[in-house]
């Protein structure tokens, strides 16, 4: 039996389902005020690309992923998220050996990183 977990454990990559168990997709990104401890959502990976899943849509996080009141005819139609918070690491611009390309990775400098279109 899956165990229930906290939205601040969930990993990039868990499962996202829908309603009746149908992949969705994957978690690519959790959307939280940490200040406030408040769950607002999740930025999942789909095939018809990055789609936000609202909190109020999610109906179990487990060690088996994420479960959603989500039909699959609903999937197309979800927002892509907004906001600052979605990035995507661009892995080319993780390349390189010497001291600038360790600090750029281990600080996620802004040049280091793009933004999701």
Request: aromatic share 6%.
């Amino acid at each position: 039996m899956p165990e229930p977990i906290a939205y601040t454990a969930l990993e990039k990559g868990a499962p996202v389902t829908t309603s009746t168990g149908e992949r969705l997709g994957t978690v690519e990104h959790v959307l939280q005020d940490a200040s406030l401890d408040l769950f607002d959502g999740l930025a999942v990976r789909t095939h018809h690309g990055l789609r936000f899943v609202d909190a109020n849509q999610v109906t179990s996080i487990t060690t088996d992923g994420v479960a959603t009141s989500i039909g699959e005819s609903e999937v197309e139609g979800l927002p892509a998220p907004e906001g600052d918070a979605v990035l995507e690491a661009d892995p080319e611009q993780y390349q390189g050996e010497g001291l600038t390309a360790w600090w750029g990775r281990t600080f996620k400098r802004s040049h280091w990183l793009r933004e999701k279109e």
